[in-house]
């Protein structure tokens, strides 16, 4: 069994970059020591005869009192995200289910109305994190990682079946270890397949769906698909062009970024870390075992969308305007279902909470507020 890996290379990045501030410091002002004790970098002054270190060191002085005497003197946003951050921090936690150690996060106060946040490819609960931050003082959030995702275990594709009804199942296992009985569950890309399934198998659980850029009709597809298609058709022969299109660096970029014009916006950090994961050992089989079997969900979206149409949930959908990884017409296929369907077209791409968190906190608000 493979064990997620951590991320060593960020934090000697940040090592290289304080290193290389400190010895500009030393250069700049030519008196000033630097000296390394157990690990830690401090500073040492002497011969303070320079008449422009004393001034700079004079207005450091001022600049700190000023610092001191405005820091009580923040705005009342900025005092609330700092009390909420105190108060309902969030939690990194592992449990056993099935055998596996599936890592989730968690925060905000549990006799408040939960949400259920699943995640896509080939991202982890991370993608969360927008939301963790702005709707933990209201609510109860869970977002859990698949098996062979994020920080959960990554079992042999040998001895563990990577397809959507084993991902189901395994999550519908995690809710119950956790004892959450109802929800409402949010449902990205991969979660789409995997929400469903949960939902159907036990519709008394789910109060309410939120569908952020998840597929459930087949023309949702969008053109880059047809690779995709071929390779269910042909998995040995495909199997190399498949990996091109959904697995590569820039496969990953272009899910972040979509057709936004304005890419200036989008931290590189998000695709180039979930590309170090898909890099991994035993990671390019776990994701082709995976969407091998997206054809299964293909075959389910005729039973999703009558389930739907019986029982008119109370459905949000969440859509990125600068998608490019489903087609546009998707929002209103969902409409059709779901007549009462509350639809929002966001300014972000398939991962929209990377530019759009502010709106769809506020939307997800509303909504969830509404329904109690």
Not at 275 to 285: I, K, R
Not at 309 to 329: A, C, M, N, T
């Amino acid at each position: 069994m493979l064990a997620a890996p951590r991320r060593e290379e960020a934090r000697s990045r940040t090592g290289t970059g304080r290193q290389s501030l400190e010895g500009e410091m030393e250069t700049f002002a030519g008196r000033v020591v630097l000296r390394q004790n157990d690990g830690r970098t401090g500073l040492m002054m002497r011969h303070f005869s320079s008449p422009s270190l004393t001034r700079c060191l004079q207005l450091s002085g001022m600049a700190l009192a000023v610092f001191v005497m405005l820091a009580p003197f923040q705005t009342p946003a900025q005092a609330q995200a700092k009390e909420r951050a105190l108060e309902y921090p969030t939690s990194y936690r592992t449990i056993q289910i099935d055998g596996l150690s599936v890592f989730y996060r968690e925060a905000g106060p549990k006799d408040a109305p939960t949400l259920l946040l699943l995640h896509g490819l080939p991202s982890s609960s991370r993608m969360f994190e927008p939301l963790f931050a702005r709707l933990s003082d209201h609510y109860h959030l869970v977002a859990p990682d698949y098996p062979g995702f994020g920080h959960s275990d990554w079992p042999d594709p040998k001895q563990f079946a990577y397809t959507f009804d084993h991902i189901a199942e395994v999550m519908n296992h995690f809710t119950e270890a956790l004892g959450l009985s109802r929800y409402t569950i949010y449902m990205q890309d991969y979660g789409g397949p995997v929400g469903f399934r949960m939902v159907l198998a036990h519709p008394d659980r789910a109060e309410a769906l939120i569908v952020q850029d998840a597929v459930a009709h087949n023309e949702g597809l969008g053109a880059n698909w047809k690779t995709r298609r071929a390779f269910w058709a042909d998995r040995a022969a495909n199997e190399s062009a498949l990996r091109t299109n959904l697995l590569s660096l820039a496969a990953a970029r272009t899910r972040h970024v979509g057709d936004d014009p304005n890419i200036e916006r989008h931290d590189p950090d998000l695709w180039t870390d979930e590309y170090y994961f898909l890099s991994q050992p035993g990671q390019a089989e776990i994701q082709s075992d995976l969407f091998f079997d997206y054809r299964a969900n293909v075959e389910n979206y005729p039973k999703w969308q009558a389930w739907m149409r019986e029982k008119q949930p109370r459905l949000l959908v969440i859509w990125g305007r600068y998608e490019s990884s489903f087609d546009p017409s998707e929002p209103e296929s969902y409409r059709r279902d779901v007549p009462k369907a509350e639809i929002h077209i966001v300014d972000g791409g398939h991962f929209a909470l990377d530019t759009a968190a502010d709106l769809i906190a506020q939307i997800v608000r509303g909504f969830v507020g509404a329904s109690r």
